[in-house]
């Protein structure tokens, strides 16, 4: 999947082939100036959502990360926001942000949201893909393929469509994770990820970019950028 950070990178991802489009929370957010964690206003996801479902026509998802609230009503209000703007899928992560860290919610507690949330969709005969994310080896604990593995299990029946599972990148915790369930395995680009090959043969449904191009592409504008001051001259960009 081509992860997207404006209007344009939308763009050129259908532009070259991909099929899917989804929102990297953290690379948006860097786009307009805030830290990754919910730090984007919600009403500026929005807005670019709508921009980019008028002109793209490929399927697109939104990175809710937390939902954007910590009410059912207020997470729920913010799908049917994004629904109505044309997404057709969702992410929602059992993080939350308290200041620079990250904790994982109460299994409990957040599987009772996404039966709430699921059964709000269903209600509401909203077509919406909602995507789990998991975040064991994203805060990389000492066991976070059991801890992965319990939460999968407890997530697996309330309605959810899929399972994401940033920063996973051995061959075996990947297997063991797609066996847990029936439902799609997404992982995230990460140095040590498997190949494309491997992945598809270990049954995982779908790979996410998150933030990498975006920073690869910034990267490279800034390295250009010190081109033109140091050798005095444009020849760089153009």
Known sequence: MG???????????????YKAIGVSSHAIANAWGY???????FDILLQVAKRVAEVTTIPFTVDMEG????????????????????VVGINLEDTVVNGSSRSLQ?????????S??????????LQLFVNVRTDGFLLGLPNALEETRA?????KNTGIDGIFVPCITDSNDIRSVVDATR??????????????????????????MGPFLFS????????????????GSLAAIL
Request: one cysteine or more; hydrophobic letters at 40%; charged letters at 20%.
């Open 3 to 17: 992860n997207i950070w404006d209007v344009n990178s939308a763009k050129l991802f259908e532009a070259t082939g």
């Open 35 to 41: 830290d990754d964690g919910e730090k984007l206003p």
């Open 67 to 86: 939902g954007y609230s910590r009410t059912i009503e207020g997470i729920t209000r913010n799908i049917s926001l994004l629904h109505d703007a044309g």
């Open 106 to 114: 109460p299994v409990d507690a957040f599987q009772k949201t996404l």
């Open 116 to 125: 709430s949330i699921a059964d709000y969709i269903s209600r509401s005969n």
């Open 151 to 155: 939460r999968i299990k407890a997530y």
């Open 183 to 208: 439902l799609p395995i997404n992982v995230m680009c990460m140095p040590a990820l498997p190949g494309f090959d491997e992945l598809t043969a270990l049954g995982v449904k779908r790979i996410s």
């Open 216 to 231: 690869k592409v910034y990267g490279h504008a800034a390295a250009l950028a010190k081109s033109v001051i140091s050798d």
